[in-house]
């Protein structure tokens, strides 16, 4: 009898702990799926923050685990894990957004832009802070205001005006054409259009080299920031996105715009694939660039030749070669 009621403790025991362990591990690192309804107004910020920023942050209700668990082993992109930090109001979240990162400018551009901004600043501000402690005397995350976004305005455009030829003008037109003679006419009207073929401007970002011992020259972009291939696209299409592209932000040119080549790389070799993100990328050899946040400042190729985000990184030459070789240090 003892034996049977100690082996009913011990089992209890032994759930109980195991209930304690999953509540922690899941305070830890999130949820395994978007929580938030789709019918939520905070829905498509979750879907937006999941997909580009989920290299960096964790957010429970957007299910992403980006946040170094380890101080000591923590990387650069790694972000501050928003589950467990308070972020209100919103303002204050789109204006990271904007300026590069919560804590410093570490985090790269243009991750999220225009209204898309203004949909996860909105959702951080709402789900941040769930798990967070309540420091004394201050209130609770969830009681702090949300705040609200100033009204986005559209860019006035200048109103387009006509005009119309004065009476005395207009009539001194139709004279001349009047007293034209008929032979001109004729003349021109059998002459053919010439049309001569141009090539399209470069017009766009600037593709340059430097030159790093051991590899030799290799694609830098105009601020002097080493350019790498994603051997996963197979230099055909653009294929590191979400959290992948956090880590390692593509080379984007304008709509409309050429990337311009200079300083030995040659014209014919750049050209453009679209994200499926949205926009246009830079393409060299038909490889998307890429650059590298961990870089940090020109005159580095800390990424060359490493396994991250779901494939190897290397440079590449003015050639249009993929250059394997690792830097001397």
């Known amino acids: 009898m003892i034996s049977a009621r100690m082996s009913r403790r011990v089992k209890v025991l032994l759930v109980s702990g195991a209930t304690v362990a999953v509540a922690v591990l899941s305070a830890g690192c999130g949820t395994?799926?978007?929580?938030?309804?789709?019918?939520?107004?905070?829905?498509?910020?979750a879907i937006l923050f999941s997909q580009r920023c989920a290299g960096c942050h964790t957010l429970g209700a957007a299910a992403t685990h980006g946040s170094a668990s380890n101080i000591k082993t923590r990387l650069i992109t790694n972000g501050p894990n928003l589950t467990t930090r308070c972020e209100r109001?919103?303002?204050?979240?789109?204006?990271?957004?904007e300026n590069g990162g919560f804590s410093g400018a570490t985090m790269p551009q243009n991750i999220v832009v225009g209204p898309q901004a203004r949909q996860v600043a909105e959702f951080v501000a709402r789900y941040a802070g769930s798990s967070s402690a309540t420091p004394v005397g201050q209130q609770p995350c969830s009681s702090r205001p949300l705040g609200t976004l100033p009204v986005a305005t559209a860019t006035p455009t200048a109103a387009t005006t006509t005009t119309t030829p004065a009476p005395a003008a207009a009539n001194k037109a139709k004279a001349k054409k009047k007293t034209?003679?008929?032979?001109?006419?004729?003349?021109?009207?059998k002459a053919p259009a010439k049309t001569t073929p141009t090539a399209p401007a470069a017009n766009g970002p600037k593709i340059a080299t430097a030159r790093f011992p051991g590899l030799g020259a290799v694609l830098v972009n105009a601020q002097g920031h080493t350019l790498y291939i994603f051997v996963p696209d197979n230099d055909q299409k653009v294929t590191c996105v979400g959290g992948c592209a956090a880590v390692w932000p593509p080379a984007s040119v304008p709509s409309g715009q050429t990337a311009a080549a200079a300083g030995g790389v040659k014209q014919s070799l750049l050209g453009s694939d679209p994200n499926?993100?949205?926009?246009?990328?830079?393409?060299?050899?038909?490889?998307?660039?890429?650059?590298?946040?961990?870089?940090?400042?020109s005159?580095?190729?800390?990424?060359?030749?490493?396994?991250?985000?779901?494939?190897?990184?290397?440079?590449?030459?003015?050639?249009?070669?993929?250059?394997k070789a690792k830097p001397h240090k």
């Open 32 to 45: 395994e799926k978007i929580s938030v309804p789709r019918s939520s107004p905070y829905y498509a910020g």
């Open 89 to 97: 109001p919103a303002i204050r979240v789109l204006y990271a957004i």
């Open 180 to 189: 034209a003679p008929a032979k001109k006419k004729k003349a021109a009207a």
């Open 276 to 297: 499926p993100a949205g926009g246009l990328v830079i393409t060299y050899a038909g490889w998307p660039l890429y650059t590298y946040i961990a870089d940090g400042t």
């Open 299 to 323: 005159g580095s190729a800390t990424g060359q030749g490493i396994n991250l985000n779901g494939g190897l990184w290397y440079v590449i030459s003015p050639t249009g070669k993929v250059i």
